[in-house]
């Protein structure tokens, strides 16, 4: 009964490569987030969907697309990886996108080679 | 937009002692400050939150207290125990809905 899940877990690819991260919330939330965490440890948002809609955009390279095909979902793309990706991608869900608890999946770790 | 700054970046103390760690933020329209902890390779599972109405917030051995007006937060954690070490963040949500975190307290407690 996971709340939020992510998959794969572990990502090792090589430079160049196109690949996706995908991510599933059985709470019912709303609205759903990917964050990047680097290997310094800090946590930044990158994309954010409220009811599919995308809401939050943060300044990422275009080279990286969100798709939510419906409310419990939302995917990330990642096209022409480089050395710089890697780190661990967090996806978060809320009920709502002001003011409430948000609630993160276990992680993708991906390096990129 | 709004930053967010955390202190200490490590922070170490004996079993049993008071822990505390601070943060500022610089969007004085920011309302909501979340508080997560981080265990080696999990994911940041939050641990309490304060609304900008509140001016504390207790929940068993943690408390959090807001100053508005000198745009300031910390986390206090009173009786450490072993398990309580992990990375802490802290968070602020600025006035476009975005959760911004500082940069983490690795917390180390000692037995």
């Known amino acids: 009964d996971t709340a939020v899940s992510q998959t794969p877990k572990y990502l090792v690819t090589q430079m160049g490569n196109d690949k996706s991260i995908k991510c599933e919330q059985n709470?019912?939330?709303?609205?759903m987030y990917w964050y990047k965490q680097d290997s310094k440890k800090f946590l930044k948002i990158m994309f954010s969907?409220?009811?599919?809609?995308?809401?939050i955009n943060e300044t990422v390279p275009n080279r990286f697309s969100p798709k939510s095909p419906d409310k419990a979902h939302l995917n990330l793309h990642i096209n022409s990886l480089e050395l710089g990706d890697s780190a661990v991608y967090f996806c978060?869900?809320?009920?709502?996108?002001?003011?409430?608890?948000?609630?993160f999946g276990p992680g993708t770790r991906l390096l990129v080679l | 937009g709004e930053n967010v700054e955390q202190h200490p970046s490590t922070l170490s103390v004996q079993e049993g002692d008071s822990a505390v760690i601070k943060c500022t933020y610089s969007?004085?329209?920011?309302?909501?400050f979340p508080w997560y902890k981080q265990e080696l390779g999990k994911r940041p599972q939050l641990i309490i939150d304060?609304?900008?109405?509140?001016g504390e917030k207790k929940d068993q051995r943690i408390a959090v207290t807001l100053n508005k007006t000198a745009k300031h937060f910390s986390l206090h954690i009173t009786e450490t125990q072993p398990e309580d070490s992990a990375v802490y963040f802290c968070?602020?949500?600025?006035?476009?809905?975005?959760?911004?975190f500082g940069s983490g307290t690795r917390l180390l407690v000692r037995p």
């Open positions: 304060i609304r900008s109405n509140v």
């Open positions: 978060a869900s809320s009920r709502g996108p002001i003011q409430e608890t948000q609630y």
């Open positions: 709470l019912g939330h709303d609205t």
């Open positions: 969907y409220n009811n599919k809609e995308l809401i």
């Open positions: 969007d004085s329209a920011s309302n909501y």
């Open positions: 968070a602020a949500m600025d006035s476009s809905y975005k959760l911004i």
